[in-house]
């Protein structure tokens, strides 16, 4: 008799769904699409020689420790890496602050894990990156949603949101994933007082805050934290734990990101991470420290910069010249997105189907809001990726998603006479 599997599923699988970018990358990974899709780095500047070099050395040199079970923290030199650097951005932090993870997918998962009783609330900026929802969803997580403009979350909108008392805040302040936008330097102070105020602590997530193209760097919540409540509680870290990765840096497929917390918090997710896979590949660490030392990952980040911002740049020049304009788009400083906003009335799942016609593909905006009373605004939008195609397919990418915008501004509007394939619009 075979077994019915899906009547045997614990409660917490049932509900959930696959990740809508992940089904995408499906179609999208048909050679005749333009893909702005998935938030995956360029293949021509991942230093594939340097990698090279450094697996030799790895294998030629340490292959006893390389090839072995490691601590689950991570690899103690990388470790300390992470600790310098983030000392670089005045926060304190200790080797014993830093936990390596299976990329910042796993962090988000062991946050979770850690903090989210079923029913619990999280509060998250609407919209927000929908791999944490995913990972949160597990644990039964309920959702307080706070909007954000042009200059990241809204603070004047927190404090009713933080009286509903939140188990922590899920924040992107750099280059938001999907908007592009950046929390401006007040509200960062503003959102830590708050935080501290209603005793929530905040989850800050920077998978992009090297990859600025214009303007000052600003600081970290988790630095903030510090110096603004002036803490003297004998902990280096207080009210933020911080999570990045060297997905958007070195190269996603390593899969490996890091949690900066304080002590007696790594040392819980230390234990949930024996459960969920023992400790991150030791060979991967051992060889991202090796292509990282001496330097060159921010010399490597340099590069990245320039070419991204490049990128970024044909992609604001095409839309000013292909979108017509009632459709409105973020202006990121950095990262991989912009956010594009459409008409009233426009709808992003059949302009999907009008794109993909056209062989060009974009992520829907709803997939990215974590309560259904946003279904409606996030139809009006969708996520642009700038990192991914070379310029020459980002301008013809936008070319075609400006005929498709032009054939559904046609059924909206049928008395409208132009061509489709008219690009100056008026
Ligand atoms: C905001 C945000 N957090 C986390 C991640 C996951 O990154 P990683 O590849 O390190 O798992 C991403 C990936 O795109 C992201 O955009």
Partial sequence: MSTAWTSRYALRAKNIKSSAIRELLKITQKPEIISFAGGLPAPEVFPTERFQEACNKVLEKQSRLALQYGATE?????????????????????????????????????????????????????????????????????????????????????????????????????????????????????????????????????????????????????????????????????????????????????????????????????????????????FVQMVAYEVARDNFLDEHIKLIRKVYGERRNVMLEALDEYFPPEVTWTRPQGGLFLWVTLPEGMDCHQLFEAAIKENVAFVAGDSFYAANGFAEEGRRHFRLNFSNAPPGQIREGIRRLGVAIQSQRRKLHPEDERPVDQHVFD
Avoid at 101 to 120: E, H, M, R, V, Y
Avoid at 124 to 151: I, K, M
Avoid at 257 to 267: L, S
């Fill in 74 to 282: 991570g690899y103690e030199p990388l470790r300390e890496m992470i600790a310098r650097h983030t000392v670089r951005y005045g926060v304190k932090a200790k080797p014993e602050n830093v936990l390596l993870t299976s990329g910042s997918q796993q962090a988000l998962d062991l946050i979770g894990k850690l903090f989210i009783n079923p029913g619990d609330r999280v509060l998250v900026e609407a919209p927000t990156y929908l791999g944490a929802l995913q990972a949160f969803n597990v644990y039964g997580a309920e959702y307080v949603c706070v909007p954000s403009d042009n200059d990241g979350l809204r603070t004047d909108q927190l404090e009713s949101s933080l009286r509903l008392g939140p188990k922590f805040m899920y924040v992107l302040p750099n280059f938001q994933n999907p908007g592009g936008t950046t929390l401006a330097e007040g509200r960062r102070h503003e959102l830590v007082l708050l935080a501290d105020r209603y005793g929530i602590p905040i989850i800050e997530d920077d998978p992009y805050g090297q990859l600025r193209y214009e303007g000052e760097h600003l600081p970290p919540l988790i630095l903030l934290d510090r110096e603004n409540l002036r803490r003297d509680d004998g902990y280096s870290i207080g009210n933020v734990i911080y999570l990045s990765t060297f997905s958007k840096t070195l190269a996603p497929g390593l899969r490996l990101g890091w949690i900066v917390a304080p002590a007696e918090v790594i040392a819980k997710l230390v234990q949930l991470k024996q459960g969920a896979d023992l400790h991150t590949s030791t």
